[in-house]
């Protein structure tokens, strides 16, 4: 049994039709009780109060942001090696998901900000190249719709993810790489001195899988559309070629 085995479309059809709904439903679970723990019992922070329950929204699905970008990344690179269709499509599946989550990251964070900072957006470093890494998100969706041919736009949205992937590191170490800019360093930290604290740490972490989990869900649903678009598209065009 190898790993290249899921593959193969029919595979992947099969293994993700049961995965699914157990995948989608420990998401649900996950990011409920997550929610509601940390919302509704944990307590206001000394200093920030309770705007630092936003951390389990905003963290979550910070990290999600980057990470879609590293999973479309390492498809992309097993399409351009081993020119498999599913990593290609699993890539563009995962992609809209990525905004989303760069999106709410980056909303949560403004609402975060403002009382902290006293504004709603500042040139930070790690803001700005997550705001940068949004518009590579954007621009790898258009790029998929402006080019006619699959295969053609597999390969060139693979490049851009190349580059973009640059960004998605920056937005992940941007504190560590310049010393200026308002936001702080990691919440998750082995450093117990920067890590949250254990009342705030473990309803996060809850909140963290549930969003994995979601992506993964949402990934996975996303691909199985795209494998059915495309063999749509091959039928079609065998009917009017006979």
């Keep these: 049994m190898s790993i290249w085995e899921y593959a193969n479309p029919k595979k992947f ?11 989608m439903g420990l998401a649900v679970v996950a990011l409920v009780a ?20 936003i951390i389990y929204l905003h963290v979550p699905a910070a990290m999600m942001a980057i990470n879609a970008w590293v ?32 999106v709410i990251a980056l909303v949560t964070g403004a609402f975060w900000g403002q009382p902290m900072w006293g504004t709603w957006w500042a040139w930070d470093p790690r803001l700005t190249s997550f705001l940068i890494l949004t518009l590579f998100y954007m621009g790898y969706i258009a790029l998929w719709e ?33 010393n200026q800019g308002l936001h702080q360093g990691a919440s998750l930290s082995l ?7 254990d009342v705030f740490w473990f309803p996060l972490l809850v909140c963290i899988a549930g969003f994995v989990l979601l992506f993964l869900a949402l ?8 494998i059915r678009a495309r063999r749509l598209q091959a039928l079609l065009a065998r009917e009017r070629l006979a």
């Design 146 to 178: 402006a080019i006619e041919n699959p295969d053609t736009a597999a390969d060139l949205t693979a490049v851009l993810c190349l580059v973009g992937s640059v960004f998605a590191l920056l937005s992940r170490y941007a504190v560590l790489f310049w």
């Design 219 to 226: 990934v996975l649903m996303r691909t199985r559309t795209e």
């Design 34 to 53: 997550g929610l509601i723990w940390g919302f509704f019992f944990t307590p206001d922070d000394f200093r920030q109060g309770s705007t630092v329950k």
């Design 13 to 23: 059809m099969q293994t993700s039709a049961w995965a699914l709904p157990w995948v």
């Design 71 to 102: 999973m479309m990344l390492i498809t992309s690179l097993i399409w351009l090696v081993r020119r498999h269709h599913v990593s290609a499509l699993a890539a563009k599946a995962a992609a809209p998901v990525g905004l989303t989550f760069t």
């Design 191 to 197: 450093d117990k001195e920067e890590n949250v604290a």
